[in-house]
């Protein structure tokens, strides 16, 4: 139901747009979140938005670089990502699910996921 796009190999400083299509339900309506994971690595929270309000939320290691948003007319979510380092290298996923949990940072919250796309930030 999740389709992730846009990842690919970029040097470090640069910019990646990922874009996590639904092909189920309406993006609107359901909590999307991104997370990544590097070789040998756990899933990590990346970012947040909540539905209908779309208040976001980020983890520590992406705030003021990252920017996830929505566009309810593609039915789609974004993760805009500047400023790359190459610590930002993993299979990034989206992942969803239809009401807000507090405990919107854990994987295990989730039950529908996109396939992941893999991000390369080279030094």
């Known amino acids: 139901q999740l389709q992730a796009s846009g990842g690919g190999l970029v040097q470090a400083g640069g910019s990646l747009r990922l874009s996590c299509a639904s092909s189920?339900?309406?993006?609107?309506?359901?909590?999307m979140t991104w997370f990544r994971q590097a070789p040998g690595k756990e899933r990590e929270f990346v970012a947040s938005?909540?539905?209908?309000?779309?208040?976001?939320y980020y983890g520590d290691s992406v705030k003021g670089r990252f920017t996830i948003s929505r566009d309810n007319a593609k039915n789609a979510v974004y993760l805009q990502m500047n400023s790359l380092k190459p610590e930002d290298t993993a299979v990034y996923y989206c992942?969803?699910?239809?009401?807000?949990?507090?405990?919107?940072?854990?994987?295990?919250?989730?039950?529908?996921w996109g396939q992941g796309t893999q991000v390369t930030v080279s030094s």
């Open positions: 992942a969803a699910r239809y009401s807000w949990s507090v405990a919107y940072y854990s994987r295990d919250q989730y039950s529908i």
């Open positions: 938005i909540r539905q209908i309000v779309s208040t976001t």
């Open positions: 189920g339900g309406t993006v609107r309506s359901l909590a």
